[in-house]
Nanobody
Framework: QVQLVESGGGLVQPGGSLRLSCAAS????????MGWYRQAPGKERELVAF???????IYADSVKGRFTISGDNAKNTVYLQMNILKPEDTAVYYC?????????WGQGTQVTVSS
């Protein structure tokens, strides 16, 4: 039983920044990956970024160079630093641990980028 709690979403202007946090709690045997996905209305959920326990990262082309995923092992927390935000980044952002198919999802946090 693992719970993921997300925070840090909100309303920002284009070009602004936000940092999302995802804290994991409960029974965690091993964390292989932690990642961030997002879903805009009428669109499928898409991968934004993820990091493995070995430190390898992958980013969607649309956010590469603007977003950074990182973790704090002592706090069982993963972060998504989002810079130079664009209106097309507007979506509900979801944290995931150990894979989209078999892993655990957070409840989602809304990010809105608008003037």
């Amino acid at each position: 039983q693992v719970q993921l709690v997300e925070s840090g979403g909100g309303l920002v202007q284009p070009g602004g920044s936000l940092r999302l946090s995802c804290a994991a709690s409960g029974s965690i045997s091993s964390i292989y990956t932690m990642g961030w996905y997002r879903q805009a209305p009428g669109k499928e959920r898409e991968l934004v970024a993820f990091v493995t326990s070995a430190g390898s990262t992958i980013y969607a082309d649309s956010v590469k160079g603007r977003f950074t995923i990182s973790g704090d092992n002592a706090k069982n927390t993963v972060y998504l630093q989002m810079n130079i935000l664009k209106p097309e980044d507007t979506a509900v952002y979801y944290c995931n641990i150990n894979g989209a198919r078999w892993g655990t999802w957070g409840q989602g946090t809304q990010v809105t980028v608008s003037s």
